[in-house]
């Protein structure tokens, strides 16, 4: 597994689901927040939706 491909990845997926759902909530998330962290929020924000997104992201890297 090339982590570093990986790294890459999980910010571009964060700064898309940044764009589409955060901004709904009024909240301005910048991109050198870690993913780790950006998930969390999203699981106390957007609840199900975003533990599933979280999940998605798994399984696809």
Known sequence: ?????????TK???IAIN????LQYGTIVKNN??????GRVFKV???KIAINLYIFEINIL
Do not use: R
Request: glycine share 4%.
């Open 33 to 38: 927040i870690s993913t780790f962290f950006i």
């Open 45 to 47: 924000i957007v609840g």
């Open 1 to 9: 597994m090339n982590f570093h491909k990986k790294i890459k990845l």
């Open 12 to 14: 571009q997926l964060a």
């Open 19 to 22: 764009s589409t759902y955060m």
